[in-house]
């Protein structure tokens, strides 16, 4: 089953301030997990939300299971994603 992806406003703004590689391979793993949300997502612990792993670089995200679509919240580095976002 095909979820749709939505790209937050703060999401988008935080991925054009990443390098063009890393935001690339973000935009990738999210994408990839389209197809698949429960392969490609990790349950937060402490957060209703997931995370998508891209090396060094998180995507905090939403599954919204009415709409079959994944909400990206944030997007940054693994060291201060979780402090400032959550």
């Known amino acids: 089953m095909l979820y749709a992806v939505k790209w937050r ?7 054009r301030k990443l390098p063009k590689d890393i935001a690339a391979r973000i935009v990738k793993r999210v994408d990839l997990a389209k197809d698949n949300p429960i ?6 612990t402490d957060d209703t939300g997931y995370k998508i792993r891209a090396g060094d670089y998180r ?16 997007v940054g580095h693994r060291r201060n994603i979780y402090k400032r976002h959550l």
């Open 9 to 15: 406003p703060k999401a988008l703004y935080e991925l």
């Open 39 to 44: 392969h490609f997502l990790e349950k937060l």
């Open 59 to 74: 995507a905090i995200v939403d599954i919204l299971e009415e709409e079959k679509t994944i909400a990206v919240r944030v």
